[in-house]
């Protein structure tokens, strides 16, 4: 069995946003993971604001961003669907679906079950050799994750929630001349996460200000067939405030920040040690030998001491967002937002502008992604999510009745 990164290295490439060529070759050093699809933004709101979401008002698809969020969700239930086209300028057949949901339960509304399914297409892949001949296979590989989460008030102003994840990674191919079968690699995870929020009052008005924290896919490692050693989930911490506040009546305005950073130890590299020497490459192997059998707990430990540069590097490797969200009563949205990501460790900035509607039962929301640079693959990304408020079906049936 062969993995089948070899033919899907330039998309794997894209979708970690690794774009070498705008960084400067020896300070390059980004964070290597499996199934990085599991970073992709999955909802057109938390993507229109520069993918932020750690403390923003809940919705739908907070499993994602922060799931601690539902105890305070105003709604009993609701359901959402997401759809992205990804990597469009590339190629026209992969794209990320999401289905996201809670229900608040207990008779004091002050906890929530959630659950979420993401699909990730990588469209299709052909196996064959142009060089020997071989006509290969056409494949569809994918990556799929399905969580349920449970969260709950811990205070009239403090809630925590967790999140229990299953992964599939169907990135293997069948070696045709072994008679092997096609397998993928399987992982669970799990996430943590906490939200805060407080209504201060600013001269006559009252607003909202709010922190969360979230960290994910704390769990096993994956292991691709045919691979030297397992690679590490992309554990990440996300801190994130938000600062409402009214403009005027049925007016409001939003300002969000969010922190991420990957809980994982970086992959050593070769140009770092003097491999040319039977010492200095004794030295390499030892340490990817090592960077192979760290757990992943110590992997999150080491993560934050690990980088050759120094804190200095450590600094590097967390991105921040910056978003904006105005709404008219609640049922007109205009957002905007931008994404930064450190040259070294992935090259990724990005503006980002969405905008939603919300009836009684129905809200729409999409985005539109506008990257820095025009060739990246990411530019001009598209959003949509369809969201359905449970409260709102309840109201139009029991009219009907």
Same mark, same amino acid.
């Given at each position: 069995?062969?993995?089948?990164?070899?033919?899907?290295?330039?998309?794997?490439?894209?979708?970690?946003?690794?774009?070498?060529?705008?960084?400067?070759?020896?300070?390059?050093?980004?964070?290597?993971?499996?199934?990085?699809?599991?970073?992709?933004?999955?909802?057109?709101?938390?993507?229109?604001?520069?993918?932020?979401?750690?403390?923003?008002?809940?919705?739908?698809? $907070?499993?994602?961003?922060? /799931?601690?969020? +539902? &105890?305070?969700?105003?709604?009993?239930? @609701?359901?959402?669907? *997401?759809?992205?086209?990804?990597?469009?300028?590339?190629?026209?057949?992969?794209?990320?679906?999401?289905?996201?949901?809670?229900?608040?339960?207990?008779?004091?509304?002050?906890?929530?079950?959630?659950?979420?399914?993401?699909?990730?297409?990588?469209?299709?892949?052909?196996?064959?050799?142009?060089?020997?001949?071989?006509?290969?296979?056409?494949?569809?590989?994918?990556?799929?994750?399905?969580?349920?989460?449970?969260?709950?008030?811990?205070?009239?102003?403090?809630?925590?929630?967790?999140?229990?994840?299953?992964?599939? $990674?169907?990135?293997?191919? /069948?070696?045709? +001349? &072994?008679?092997?079968?096609?397998?993928? @690699?399987?992982?669970? *995870?799990?996430?943590?996460?906490?939200?805060?929020?407080?209504?201060?009052?600013?001269?006559?008005?009252?607003?909202?200000?709010?922190?969360?924290?979230?960290?994910?896919?704390?769990?096993?490692?994956?292991?691709?067939?045919?691979?030297?050693?397992?690679?590490?989930?992309?554990?990440?911490?996300?801190?994130?405030?938000?600062?409402?506040?009214?403009?005027?009546?049925?007016?409001?305005?939003?300002?969000?920040?969010?922190?991420?950073?990957?809980?994982?130890?970086?992959?050593?590299?070769?140009?770092?040690?003097?491999?040319?020497?039977?010492?200095?490459?004794?030295? +390499?192997?030892?340490?990817?030998?090592?960077?192979?059998?760290?757990? *992943?707990?110590?992997?999150?430990?080491?993560?934050?001491?690990?980088?050759?540069?120094?804190?200095?590097?450590?600094?590097?490797?967390?991105?921040?967002?910056?978003?904006?969200?105005?709404?008219?009563?609640?049922?007109?949205?205009?957002?905007?937002?931008?994404?930064?990501?450190?040259?070294?460790?992935?090259?990724?900035?990005?503006?980002?502008?969405?905008?939603?509607?919300?009836?009684?039962?129905?809200?729409?929301?999409?985005?539109?992604?506008?990257?820095?640079?025009?060739?990246?693959?990411?530019?001009?990304?598209?959003?949509?999510?369809?969201?359905?408020?449970?409260?709102?079906?309840?109201?139009?049936?029991?009219?009907?009745?």
């Amino acid at each position: 069995m062969k993995p089948i990164f070899r033919y899907i290295l330039p998309l794997l490439i894209a979708i970690a946003g690794i774009s070498e060529a705008s960084a400067q070759k020896d300070d390059f050093n980004p964070i290597t993971t499996g199934v990085t699809s599991l970073g992709i933004a999955p909802d057109a709101r938390g993507a229109s604001m520069g993918d932020l979401g750690a403390a923003t008002d809940p919705d739908a698809n $907070s499993q994602f961003w922060n /799931p601690s969020k +539902y &105890a305070f969700a105003y709604s009993k239930a @609701a359901v959402s669907l *997401s759809y992205t086209p990804w990597l469009r300028k590339l190629v026209n057949d992969i794209f990320l679906a999401n289905l996201a949901g809670y229900w608040k339960i207990g008779s004091q509304d002050n906890q929530a079950v959630s659950a979420s399914l993401r699909y990730f297409s990588l469209g299709e892949v052909n196996t064959g050799n142009s060089i020997t001949g071989d006509p290969g296979q056409n494949l569809n590989p994918y990556e799929l994750s399905v969580d349920i989460g449970y969260s709950r008030k811990l205070s009239e102003k403090f809630s925590m929630g967790v999140v229990f994840r299953y992964i599939y $990674s169907d990135l293997g191919f /069948p070696d045709t +001349y &072994a008679g092997e079968q096609i397998t993928g @690699a399987s992982a669970f *995870s799990a996430d943590i996460s906490g939200y805060y929020t407080t209504f201060p009052i600013i001269g006559r008005n009252e607003c909202q200000w709010s922190w969360g924290w979230d960290i994910s896919n704390i769990g096993s490692k994956v292991s691709y067939d045919g691979a030297e050693y397992p690679v590490f989930l992309p554990t990440n911490l996300r801190l994130g405030t938000t600062f409402m506040f009214p403009l005027a009546d049925y007016h409001n305005l939003a300002l969000s920040l969010d922190l991420n950073k990957l809980l994982v130890p970086a992959m050593p590299r070769e140009k770092d040690y003097d491999i040319d020497t039977p010492e200095g490459y004794q030295e +390499y192997r030892d340490a990817m030998d090592d960077w192979g059998s760290t757990s *992943s707990i110590s992997g999150i430990f080491k993560s934050f001491t690990d980088a050759p540069g120094g804190f200095k590097e450590e600094l590097r490797e967390i991105n921040w967002s910056l978003g904006a969200e105005y709404s008219y009563n609640d049922q007109f949205f205009l957002r905007a937002g931008y994404f930064h990501q450190d040259k070294t460790k992935g090259d990724i900035q990005y503006f980002a502008l969405g905008a939603g509607f919300s009836m009684n039962v129905v809200k729409i929301d999409a985005s539109y992604m506008i990257a820095t640079a025009q060739t990246s693959p990411l530019d001009q990304t598209l959003r949509f999510t369809l969201t359905f408020d449970m409260d709102g079906l309840k109201d139009i049936f029991g009219k009907r009745r």
